[in-house]
Structure formats: C-alpha cells, structure tokens
C-alpha cells in the first residue's frame, strides 16, 4: 500500500484563489512527522511547513496552513492567495518512527499551476 | 538557513563511464546524509542512507555496486555511478539534516540535484 497518495495528478488555478493540495498518508506508528515540499523547474526541494503526529494545532507558515485530520490520515495544503511564483510541483511526504529517523518517503506530487 | 550542494548540476556521459556526484553539507556537519533518485514526472525514491565513516544503508532493489556511496567526511558525501547506462539516466538529490536545527521538526535541507544523462 502506499504510504503517501496525492490523488490530484494536476491542478489549474486562478491567481489570487486559495488553492487546497489533498494527501492521504498510512502509518502505525503513533510518532510521525508530515511536510510539505515545493519543486520548481529548476529542480531543487524548497520545505514548506510541518506536522507533527503529536501537534494539537495545525501547522501554518505565512501564506501556507496544513489542514490536519488525524482520525482521517489526512494532511492537505492550503496555499492562499496564491501568486504566480507558487506555479511548481508539491510533493507531500511523512517521517515516520521517533525524531532522529530521517528518512522521508515522498508521494508522487502535484503539479500546480497558477492561471493569470 | 542550512545550505547543501551537490556538484556538478548537470552531467552528461557515455555508456560504461562511471560519474561522481558531490554532496556537501556547507555549514554544518551532517554524520547521515540522503540520496535520492528522481525519474521525469515522477516522485523522489530513496536509494541510499549514507554514513560518515561507515557503509552506506542501501533500499530494496538498489545496486550496491552500481551505485557506490563515499561518506569521508562529516560535511561530504559522494555518490558514484559506476559503468551508466541510459536508463540510470535521471535526477539525483541527496538531502541532510542539520543537528543544530529543527528539533521536532527535524527539518531536511536538499540540495540543488544532478541530472546525470548517460547517451
């Protein structure tokens, strides 16, 4: 079963518009942590926010919020206001185990493009 | 924040050559550092957790011997792809995390990638 699922290949969206990038994740562990990445053309993987299992509030940085459902394993971003520069692809990825276990699996992403 | 970099950006080789990609945490220590694989239009895959001064962890299904991790030091770490072949053609990344930073959160910094293409 996949770990990560973003189900939304592609995404078109008016500029000024909030736009919602959905990902599902599975996991037992009780211990996980949740981010979001953003890739431009150029290649290279620009954090966005976290989510820890264990936080009561969700994760907000500046124009970017994570909508977290625990019960639903759900961890989608929204991205408001969005501008043209946001134009890239979003990949969604989760740690899983305690602190010091770095390794990410990543989903397979979400291409966004902002409409001007 | 911390920066990583790997060198050289782009690559292009030959069939049977062996290309060396750099991966250098440039202001501070990394003892684990990552390596990933990108294919066009695709998600990144986890090939190998590299190791300072030990052997590199690698995932199911990668070549050890085809893909050959150097960790030698507490700021670089290499990654060799030996005798390429058209289909190793695809972006590398390699990510670490820096041990001053983050907590919780344990936030991974990426380099800029390599795109190797091998004709």
């Known amino acids: 079963a996949q770990k990560i699922t973003q189900t939304q290949p592609g995404m078109f969206v008016q500029e000024k518009e909030a736009v919602t990038l959905d990902c599902t994740y599975d996991t037992s562990d009780q211990s996980y942590g949740l981010f979001w990445y953003k890739q431009p053309s150029s290649g290279e993987m620009i954090f966005l926010i976290y989510q820890g299992s264990y936080d009561e509030q969700n994760a907000t940085e500046g124009r970017y919020s994570l909508n977290f459902q625990k019960a639903r394993k759900s961890a989608n971003l929204v991205i408001s206001a969005s501008q043209l520069g946001d134009s890239a692809m979003y990949f969604c990825a989760m740690r899983e185990g305690n602190f010091g276990n770095e390794k990410l699996t990543f989903g397979t992403g979400t291409r966004l493009t902002i409409i001007p | 924040g911390a920066v990583v970099s790997q060198h050289p950006s782009r690559v292009i080789c030959k069939s049977g050559t062996s290309v060396k990609i750099e991966c250098r945490s440039l202001?501070?220590?990394?003892?684990?550092m990552f390596w990933y694989r990108q294919f066009p239009k695709q998600s990144l895959m986890l090939m190998a957790t590299s190791n300072e001064g030990s052997k590199a962890t690698y995932e199911q299904g990668v070549e050890k011997d085809k893909f050959l991790i150097n960790h030698a030091s507490l700021t670089l770490s290499t990654l060799t792809v030996t005798s390429a072949h058209p289909e190793d053609s695809s972006f590398y990344i390699c990510?670490?995390?820096?041990?001053?930073?983050?907590?919780?959160?344990?936030?991974?910094?990426f380099g800029e990638g390599s795109r190797l293409t091998v004709l």
């Open positions: 202001d501070f220590q990394a003892t684990t």
């Open positions: 990510s670490a995390r820096d041990p001053g930073q983050g907590g919780p959160r344990g936030e991974l910094f």
